[in-house]
């Protein structure tokens, strides 16, 4: 973990951003103090375009057979 001034972030807020884009963490400091922490955002979600595209391609599910292979699958008696 690396840390910048809020000088240094001020600055060249663009590289630093980079940094934090490519998996880094960084703490911001003022006077020598950490005040605050960079760090990458999480997976973002999917787009409705992207659901719906993925969800034309699911197969058609059988729910019988589904039943039968569950049934087959686990023991009924726990």
């Known amino acids: 973990m690396d840390t910048v001034s809020v000088r240094e972030l001020r600055n060249d807020a663009g590289s630093v ?3 934090v884009a490519r998996g880094e963490v960084v703490v911001v400091t ?3 103090a950490e ?3 960079l760090h990458p955002r999480g ?3 999917l787009t409705g375009a ?3 595209r993925r969800w034309r391609a699911v197969p058609p599910v059988d729910p ?3 039943l039968r292979d569950i049934d087959e699958a686990v023991d009924q008696t726990l």
């Open 30 to 32: 003022r006077d020598g």
């Open 35 to 37: 005040v605050a922490e």
């Open 50 to 52: 992207e659901v719906l």
């Open 17 to 19: 951003l980079d940094r």
């Open 43 to 45: 997976h973002r979600g």
């Open 64 to 66: 019988d057979r589904l």
